[in-house]
């Protein structure tokens, strides 16, 4: 079976995986839905049913929202038009900046958790089909699981020592005992671990014959590891790894909703095949190609690194105040993970309490994360500004002294 509209090919490798075994048929064999701008978008445009007078908003407006960069009026004055089906400039800017070949290896969503979504919808049967997921971690793949009607098999992390890595021999052993999963979710940086997964670790689950599924590796916080870290290297190697990140965290922008997968073109075709025609709105894509600017990005690597020095001060403080305990995790991502303790011990109840107590009374809200495996007694602390942090610390060491 072809995929409909593919136009480009991606890697081969590894040999036991093919895309098409694994998508549902209903969507391989799927017509897509043609948008009024596929054909023809210039002209006088009477085929989209859209409002010909523009957008009912106030006339004081338009300057406003440019001066708060809400986009530029130019593009306000295009809000009664449906906005690009495709966003290919947004894609090819996304490309670039990540190191793949260019638009057709990006598919772009209303933040990562549609990607997400989607995924479960193209390759997942409801009722019959089942994935992977290594927790600690991620809580929407479980909730797009338990939408979908799709299975979970989980395999936890090793937690020993707040390691947080993946359990290879036991993944293997899952992958055995249910033949045909079809993904393997990886976090990495993990949430709520902070800790990156090697590269070489994502190689051999991509590579081991028991699992032929898709392997995701979920990156929404990679900007605040090392470079080098990200997994965006095996997409033109493994057709059977893509990548997801977002403009949620390390460009600061959670409210426009832009996330995106880094595949092979034709994951990315599948993707787009079965996508609501006009998912990413004209606001979101302008305010992207902001961000993806040479400025954007510069801004973006500032924060980044502002964020992380403020990580570190942040661990270094936090491992002063009493009953606090370890540090877990690798701490690559803009949040910490501290445990919090009785007589030396992790102590979730008190963890929930502190949260509790500072969310209620206190002013400032942590998450509390003790319940995860291997995050007995954890609090989760996203690394704010330097006023921010102190605030939390000065809250914490009164609530523990
Ligand atoms: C690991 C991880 N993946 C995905 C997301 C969702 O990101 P988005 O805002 O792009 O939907 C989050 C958000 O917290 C996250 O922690």
Redesign the pocket.
Known sequence: MTILGLSAAGPSAPAHFSLEAIVRPNILALQPYRCARDDYSSGILLDANENAYGAALPASYAPQAAAHGLGAAADLAALNRYPSPTHDELKRRIAKLRGVPDEKWVFLGV???EVIDMLFRCLCVPAKDAVMTTPPT?G?YGVCAQINDVGVVKVPLVTEGGAFQLDEEAMDAAFKANPGLKMVFI?SPG?PTGTLIPLDVIRRVASNKNFTGLVVV?E??IDFGPEGSSACALVTEFANVCV?Q?L?KSFGL?AI?L?FLLGSPELVQILTNAKAPYNVSLPTAAIGLQALSDEGLAVMAKNTRVLNANRDTLIAEVKTIPNVGEVLGGNNANFIVVQILTDGQPDSARAKAVYTEMAENRGVVVRFRGTEIGCEGCLRITVGTEEENKTVLQRLRELLA
């Open positions: 933040g990562s958790d991620y929407m976090c949430n979920d929404a916080y997801m977002t949620s959670a909703r996330g």
